[in-house]
């Protein structure tokens, strides 16, 4: 699946490549082993998804893989959060729901994650699934010894039935995706993409706000390096009548492929040096950390961009009332601990959005609508 394009179907020719072909058996049996064992809540079985008809109960998810944000349309975007809501009331009332009792899933992590890794961990086994846990994977596995990871992919799929992987490689989560047999979802690779994080916190923001057509959102901190907020971009132009601001130290701004694609879509977008001026007219301030794992040997570079918009009460009193902060964590110093009792402060709501998200694709992936 080296184009975009073959994460979504088979070939339009009519001729399964090899890896489409393991992939297909892979349904098979996996239909199989349900019809013998899985026992769907029903709570599950009454979810509606309203104005979507083709994505009825039982129909197979559109997508074989999540790769990145680009593949989401939004009817898609929107039976995913209705979904989700599903899973807030399985989650809340029904912890013995065992949608996936014979699956066993494995995170690939060749970066550290806290958030990531244990929402997906937590998810699985909420849905009545496996974890065969690896910990860093770049220094515990065979990678350690040089092997590639089309090869590590070819092996360890044969262990599991999804794999979530977190790479240090741009690209790596489509490399992956072109060779798996099962299903991949990139839980981040390097500075390109994070969809599910995006996934999360788009429900986050209709959560939140109500809405997310006419929405202002500031993206303000390492918009060159940070994954999230690329991914969270290519949502948002999902949708009408939204702008974007973009604050950020000179060393780290927005690159220019998200800026051409957003124009390219006609979504209105704008850089500002002024935090103050921009948090009173957003909906949203979406504030991310100054990575320092991606300066590499610049450290002067990281210290110059490092502390220059920090988000603290003075930003939070010039915020509309029904504004939200927002930040997919870990922070360090960019968001003061004294906001977090504010209302608006919404990052660890957001996180918490991060399980029923990925309990829904997980269910979705593995099971269909």
């Excluded at 301030?285 to 490092?306: C, H, P, V």
């Amino acid at each position: 699946m080296a184009a975009s394009s073959s994460l979504f179907s088979c070939s339009s020719q009519g001729i399964m490549s090899f890896t489409e072909q393991r992939r297909a058996i892979r349904v098979q049996e996996q239909l199989f082993r349900w019809s013998l064992q899985l026992h769907v809540p029903n709570t599950v079985k009454a979810l509606k998804i309203e104005n979507s008809p083709s994505f009825s109960v039982g129909k197979k998810f559109q997508l074989n893989d999540v790769i990145e944000a680009q593949q989401f349309d939004r009817d898609i975007l929107s039976a995913i959060f209705e979904v989700a809501r599903g899973m807030e009331m399985i989650e809340k009332n029904s912890p013995e729901a065992k949608f996936l009792r014979v699956i066993l899933w494995l995170p690939l992590f060749y970066e550290p994650s806290t958030r990531t890794r244990l929402s997906f961990e937590s998810a699985m086994k909420r849905l009545g699934g496996e974890v065969l846990t690896t910990e860093n994977a770049k220094e515990f596995s065979s990678a350690a010894k040089g092997e590639t990871l089309e090869d590590t992919i070819r092996t360890v799929e044969g262990y599991s039935d999804i794999i979530v992987m977190r790479h240090f490689e741009n690209g790596a989560a489509k490399r992956a995706a072109a060779t798996a047999g099962i299903p991949i979802i990139n839980a981040g690779d390097g500075p390109g993409q994070h969809p599910t994080q995006a996934l999360l916190d788009v429900y986050t923001i209709e959560r939140e706000i109500g809405k997310l057509d006419g929405i202002k959102v500031a993206l303000v901190g390492d918009l060159a390096n940070g994954r999230t907020v690329r991914s969270l971009a290519y949502l948002l132009a999902r949708y009408n009548d939204v702008k974007i601001y973009f604050v950020s130290p000179d060393a780290v701004k927005m690159k220019n492929d998200i800026k051409d694609y957003l124009t390219s879509k006609k979504v209105e977008w704008e850089e500002s040096a002024d935090l103050m001026e921009v948090a009173s007219k957003c909906d949203v301030l979406y504030k991310t950390r100054i990575q320092r794992e991606r300066f590499g040997e610049r450290i002067d570079l990281y210290e110059e961009a490092r502390g220059k918009y920090i988000v603290d009460h003075h930003v939070v009193d010039v915020l509309q009332k029904r504004a939200v902060v927002m930040h997919p964590l870990p922070r360090l110093d960019e968001i003061t601990v004294g906001i977090d009792g504010d209302p608006r402060a919404a990052y660890f709501r957001q996180a918490k959005n991060g399980l029923y998200i990925r309990m829904a694709l997980l269910k979705l992936l593995l099971v269909g609508w």
